[in-house]
């Protein structure tokens, strides 16, 4: 069976620290993989991942994938507390453009 | 450009009741997907729709069905809802051929 698995499954770090969130997946077809940012309801787009070893980086936010390994990590420096959130990551697949969510990762960010 | 808006906000049925869920797409999409996220979980995957048809369908039962409009709008309709059903529902709209999909602020459905 399919399945995303992201770890830790919560966080709690102060502010300022830097954070390594995990997310690996045992899937077929992979096409591509995405990470949201979910605070209260809707989930924001970060990124979206297709060739291993490419950093994808949005001011202190960053994302690398590896394909061989099957996993990717998301990095935020200079954690805020605006940062505090779920943390989403998804694997899309070629067949049937079927989408599947890890249950996320829970940050709580200390003033 | 208008995101991805849906309605109502919150919903409480009582078990074996129907409910119909709307969503109208960012616009300059034309796909919209839909998802069940229960309380601590990750959003599952119900289905998507593309040119008024499924295109794609996750683990869920034939009482969850939907449909898409020539707007590119759609409706989640969940029939005999059973109480496992109370959950966040999100429907995300994306533009056919990419995999980046934006969300709406979802649809909180309480069943008694």
């Known amino acids: 069976e399919d399945k995303v698995v992201q770890s830790p499954l919560s966080l709690v770090v102060h502010e300022g620290d830097t954070v390594t969130l995990n997310c690996s997946y045992e899937v077929t077809n992979f096409r591509s993989l995405l990470w949201y940012k979910q605070e209260k309801k809707a989930p924001t787009f970060l990124f979206m991942l297709t060739s291993s070893g490419i950093e994808k980086k949005s001011g202190r936010l960053s994302s690398i994938l590896d394909k061989k390994e099957l996993f990717s990590i998301l990095n935020i420096t200079a954690t805020q507390t605006g940062d505090s959130a779920i943390y989403l990551c998804?694997?899309?697949?070629?067949?049937?453009?079927?989408?599947?969510f890890g249950k996320g990762t829970r940050l709580h960010i200390l003033p | 450009e208008t995101g991805v808006t849906q309605s109502p906000t919150h919903l409480i049925k009582t078990r074996g009741q129907q409910v119909t869920l709307r969503c109208s797409s960012q616009s300059g999409h034309n796909t919209v997907s839909w998802y069940q996220q229960a309380l601590g979980q990750g959003p599952q995957f119900i289905f998507q729709y593309y040119r008024e048809e499924e295109n794609g369908r996750g683990n869920f039962p034939p009482r969850f069905s939907g449909l898409q409009f020539p707007n590119y709008s759609s409706e989640l309709n969940v029939n005999a809802l059973e109480l496992d059903d109370s959950a966040l529902y999100l429907c995300a709209s994306s533009r056919q051929g990419t995999d980046t999909q934006y969300f709406g602020p979802g649809t909180r459905l309480t069943v008694l």
């Open positions: 998804a694997w899309v697949g070629n067949r049937d453009d079927k989408i599947i």
